[in-house]
C-alpha cells in the first residue's frame, strides 16, 4: 500500500506558475500509475494528466495540453505536475493517485490509493 501528499499549490495569478509535487511513502512507487485529478467547487473531479510507472509515457487531458507537464523521479519517489500560464479555470482542489493496474485509466474510481489534495487558485 502506497501512501501519498501533494504539495506545492497557491495563489496565483493568470498566466503563471506552479509546481505541484506528489510524494510516497510506503510500497513501492514505481509499481504504480500516476495520476493528477482535480476537483472544481460543485464540480465532478477530472482527470488532468497521468504518467506511467517508468515515466515513458505521459497522458493529459485536452485543456491543459501544452501547458502542463507531468514527470516523476522514482528514486525520490515523488511525481511532479509543472503547470504553466495558469488560467482562473484550472482553480482546483488538485489530488494525485495511485493506480495499480498495468494500464493508463482517465477515470478516477480506477485508483487505489490518494492524497489529500492541494488548492490551487488562479485570479484573473
Known amino acids: 500500500q502506497v501512501q501519498l501528499g501533494e504539495s506545492g499549490g497557491g495563489l496565483v495569478q493568470a498566466g503563471d506558475s506552479l509546481r505541484l509535487s506528489c510524494g510516497a511513502s510506503a510500497g513501492d512507487f514505481s509499481m504504480y500509475y500516476i495520476g493528477w485529478f482535480r476537483q472544481a467547487p460543485g464540480k465532478e473531479r477530472e482527470f488532468v494528466a497521468a504518467?506511467?510507472?517508468?515515466?515513458?509515457?505521459?497522458y493529459y487531458t485536452d485543456s491543459v495540453k501544452g501547458r502542463f507537464t507531468i514527470s516523476r523521479d522514482n528514486a525520490k519517489n515523488t511525481v511532479y505536475l509543472q503547470m504553466n500560464s495558469l488560467k482562473p479555470e484550472d482553480t482546483a482542489v488538485y489530488y494525485c493517485?495511485?493506480?495499480?493496474?498495468?494500464?493508463?485509466?482517465?477515470?478516477?474510481?480506477?485508483?487505489?490509493?490518494w492524497g489529500q489534495g492541494t488548492q490551487v487558485t488562479v485570479s484573473s
Open positions: 504518467i506511467s510507472r517508468s515515466g515513458g509515457y505521459t
Open positions: 493517485a495511485a493506480d495499480q493496474g498495468i494500464y493508463f485509466h482517465r477515470d478516477y474510481a480506477q485508483y487505489d490509493y
